[in-house]
């Protein structure tokens, strides 16, 4: 059977849901996309589409024909990201996506990769969003918590945050330090908004610390930094970023637990790009990855 462009065009119309629609994102007259669809029909002797006064809506035969189009078009974009990757050497875009909370790690590497093969533009996009590696979408992701485990995707130990809860000096002067957990009544906490955030930290904070004591919440990171700083209570920081105010203080001793780690993760297809291997060695020359 040799109608792919046909079947395009079905797949436009079951996704537009009108003929003017999938014209349009087609880039054809209306009058083509009509008869590809009658040519589709009379192929497979079946009616792929019903009229309603919505638009076009799939049949059975039609359901069965756009999860082949789609499964299609899906490997289609795969191989684009893939090519893309490997045929593109040291220019063009590089795409490195990660929580913002590692962007003082990965910014190093990145402004002397850039420096390095000037023809690249660097795309670091900071989301919580899990970018589709066998897509193409991002060249290297840097994952958070748990190790992945898609077998299709190379996985390396990045970097570990510790964790600890520090105070400003003022709420310090004026409350205390806890002496143990017993005491954490006593006091003033700032804590994550969302309950069913994955650190485990967070989930530490739940069991330990009386919900009524968590007198301030936030979802940005730059609120919850302010926050402290304000004196409004005791938070879980990143001891690296505490150390940077002098004003705050550690009220309690870290624990492992609580570590947060991180892990570069490239799919199996690019992990031996040009750009990608250019990248890795960067980051193994600063001492914070490995190859």
Sequence with gaps: MNRWTEIKTAYQVARSG?????????????ATVLRHIDLLEKEFGEKLFQRNARGYVPTEAGLDLMRV???????????????????????GEFIVTSLSMVAPALLPALKQFQ???PKITVRYLTSDKLFKLEYGEAHI???TGPKPDQPDNVVQPFLTHRIGMF????????????ADETEFSKHAFIGLDDQNSKPAF???????????NVVFRYNDSLVGLQAVLNGVGIAFMLTHQASSYPDLVQVFESKPDWDIEHWLVTHGSLHRSPKVQAFLAILKAGNTAPA
């Design 115 to 117: 420096e390095n093969h």
């Design 69 to 91: 189009a789609q499964a299609t078009d899906e490997q289609f974009s795969q191989l684009l990201g893939r090519t893309r990757g490997r045929s593109a050497e040291l220019s």
């Design 167 to 178: 105070a400003h000096k003022d709420y310090v002067a004026k409350y205390g330090i806890p």
């Design 18 to 30: 009108t003929i003017s629609a999938a014209a349009e994102a087609l880039g054809v007259h209306r």
């Design 141 to 143: 992701a840097v994952r």
């Design 202 to 212: 967070h989930h530490w904070m739940l069991k330990h610390v009386p919900a009524e």
